[in-house]
């Protein structure tokens, strides 16, 4: 059999089982469609307040209209990740990620630093009861006390493991996020990012890749992501002056070519500034990013 028929047929045939399920939302985000491991797929998702809506049901309408299997929300409590999991249910659209942002992981106070960990394990519950794939992470912007590198990055690998722990028992991770030096010097490429999660070593701890700070800091956004290969399990998209891709000329192929060639199956979302009306902007900007990964040939 053609491999390349072959995994076409196996695709559709999940894609009707999908279809068919009664299961509520998945706990995880691969698991949501489960296709062949390794064979990659683009599923757009967008930030929630990108989203036209005066409530969680109309934004859901909406992603659906453009064609978006998701929806990121910003950091929650354990009681509205719990009502949207319900406004949810059956809709089929999935809770991509929260972007909690700051914890502060890398303070040069010990004290801090354990608060960090408790109201991030919080956020992990609160992920783990939306039906979340990730917590978003930032261990320090730049306005943040914090550690010089190699200490912070001491103190980071050595706290994570139980983190990821927790993690793991919310059906949730994790997800790092390097930015742009500009936002936060502590971690602004995908390969450094990459290799703490390598040393943690828990299915809980992984990382995330943004087009916006990588058009910034990556030198070849292919191989950002195949230095994250096992790792990422998120992505933000924007273009370079972070506002919709398609919006100018950042180009998504090297990107999308480096994620297929990782068999990346989580979400894209975006996390960007909409110029013009999102109900005509957001389906064009998305028909753009399609055609983008269509070009990327792995
Ligand atoms: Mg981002």
Redesign the pocket.
């Known amino acids: 059999v053609d491999r390349r028929a072959f995994l076409k047929t196996t695709l559709l045939g999940t894609g009707v089982a999908a279809g068919l399920s009664v299961r509520p939302l998945p706990i995880l985000a691969e698991e949501a469609s489960a296709p062949a491991k390794g064979t990659a797929m683009l599923k757009l998702c967008s930030q929630d307040s990108n989203i036209p809506g005066k409530s969680v049901k109309e934004k859901t309408d909406n992603i659906l209209k453009f064609g978006g299997a998701a929806l990121e929300f910003g950091g929650l409590d354990v009681g509205r990740a719990r009502q949207i999991r319900k406004d949810l249910q059956g809709t089929g659209v999935a809770v991509a990620a929260l972007c909690a942002g700051y914890f502060p992981l890398i303070d040069p106070d010990p004290q801090k630093r354990q608060e960090g960990v408790a109201n991030l394990k919080k956020m992990l519950e609160a992920a783990g009861e939306a039906g979340a794939g990730g917590v978003?992470v930032v261990p320090a912007f730049n306005q943040h006390p914090q550690l010089e590198f190699d200490e912070g990055r001491k103190v980071l690998v050595d706290l994570l493991p139980a983190v990821g722990e927790y993690a793991v028992k919310c059906n949730t991770r994790v997800l790092l996020?390097p930015?742009n030096r500009g936002e936060a010097k502590f971690l602004n490429q995908l390969a450094p990012a990459a290799a703490i999660c390598r040393d943690v070593g828990s299915p809980g701890i992984a990382m995330m890749g943004?087009f916006?700070?990588m058009a910034k800091e990556e030198k070849d956004d292919e191989a950002a992501f195949l230095a994250g290969e096992g790792w990422v399990h998120h992505v933000?998209l924007a273009s370079r002056a972070r506002n919709l891709p398609g919006q100018d000329n950042r180009s998504f192929v090297s990107g999308f070519r480096g994620l297929k060639r990782i068999g990346f199956q989580d979400y894209c979302s975006l996390?960007c500034t909409v110029k013009g009306d999102a109900m005509v902007e957001i389906p064009k900007s998305f028909e753009f990013l399609k055609q983008q990964w269509a070009e990327a040939k792995a």
């Open positions: 978003i996020e930015l943004d916006y700070h933000h996390e």
